[in-house]
């Protein structure tokens, strides 16, 4: 079993940064593709950015390419996601969350476990 717990996330304004974090109970994180999720409301969940289970390889959703990092700590078993030039359109629940898969994994249903998801709200 992988417990993902999330950390940051709130109110900004357009234009702001916010930084997303998520910390993994395994003691296998290395083993783990990770990625980020959001989901806004009456819209289904859709794929941000992912991680492979190094770090060397990423994969971003277009509307965010240039403007969002994803990044790991293997060491601190950790994942994070550095949100910059924010956009009304980003405002949604934002979801962390582990593969055994390697590959971009854009696919809700090839993760296995998920993170409590943190809100990220963007005025405009």
């Known amino acids: 079993q992988v417990q993902l717990v999330q950390s940051g996330g709130g109110l900004v304004q357009a234009g702001d940064s916010l930084t997303l974090s998520c910390a993994a109970s395994t003691r296998a994180f290395s083993t783990y593709a990770m990625g980020w999720f959001r989901q806004a409301p009456g819209k289904e969940r859709e794929f941000v950015a992912a991680?492979?289970?190094?770090?060397?390889?990423?994969y971003y959703t277009d509307s965010v390419k240039g403007r969002f990092t994803i990044s790991r700590d293997n060491a601190m078993n950790t994942v994070s996601l550095q949100m910059n030039s924010l956009k009304a359109d980003d405002t949604a629940v934002y979801y962390c969350?582990?593969?055994?898969?390697?590959?971009?994994?854009?696919?809700?249903?090839?993760?296995?476990?998920w993170g409590q998801g943190t809100q990220v709200t963007v005025s405009s």
């Open positions: 991680i492979s289970q190094r770090g060397i390889d990423t």
């Open positions: 969350a582990a593969t055994i898969w390697g590959g971009s994994n854009i696919r809700p249903s090839t993760y296995g476990y």
